[in-house]
């Protein structure tokens, strides 16, 4: 695998779903509108749960519907990524193993990011990330200098600033979706906000 560019709207939206529910293990899926078999670069995502997550019959329900989705819009699902409820522990569960494979028979570039909890705080110089790569059938750890996240400041910036401001309320994972089918999972109000905040009229590109 070579460099993984984590996008302004992934990171953001990452942060925010493992923010919302601090206590709680969260996951989602990596999306790229753009897949190669060189450089991954992961353009959005799609958060998943908040609970439960080794339940199989939900994640097989969320991975149905995300790829039917993708496919209406051109993405591909390029990853995993999960933040565990202990903050001091950011190794892949035998849940997060499970469904990176899955991905994995898909997109053998995948890659699966978890979530520092310990280095998450709004101060925090670098990505709070650690990037495991599939090989030799197994995943192993990944050179942090092998993340690319363009921006990072001014991103960071955005993440604090939705928090800060309770608009991380906006964002929906699957299973807020199956408890509230109106609520939409593919989140394009959160999008939008993110996006208008990473505008070059905003200053922040």
Known sequence: MSE????????????LHASTFPRCSVNGLL??????EGAVCVTDCVPLLH?????????QLALTQVDVWCAQTQQRIVGYYQANACLSDSSPTPCALKIADKITEQFSNAVLLMMDGRKMSPGYRVPPI???EHKDSRWTL????????RQWEET?????????SCDHALLVD???????ITKDWTNQK??????ELASPANGNM
């Open 51 to 59: 609970s439960h997550l080794p339940l199989a019959l939900i994640t």
């Open 156 to 164: 960071r910036s955005i993440a604090n600033q939705l928090l800060n």
């Open 130 to 132: 650690v990037m495991y």
């Open 190 to 195: 959160l999008n939008a906000k993110i996006m």
């Open 174 to 180: 699957f299973d807020s979706h199956l408890d509230d």
């Open 4 to 15: 993984v560019e984590l996008s302004c709207l992934a990171y953001v939206k990452m942060f």
């Open 31 to 36: 999306l790229s509108s753009n897949p190669t």
């Open 142 to 149: 990944k050179d942090k200098h092998t993340i690319m996240l």
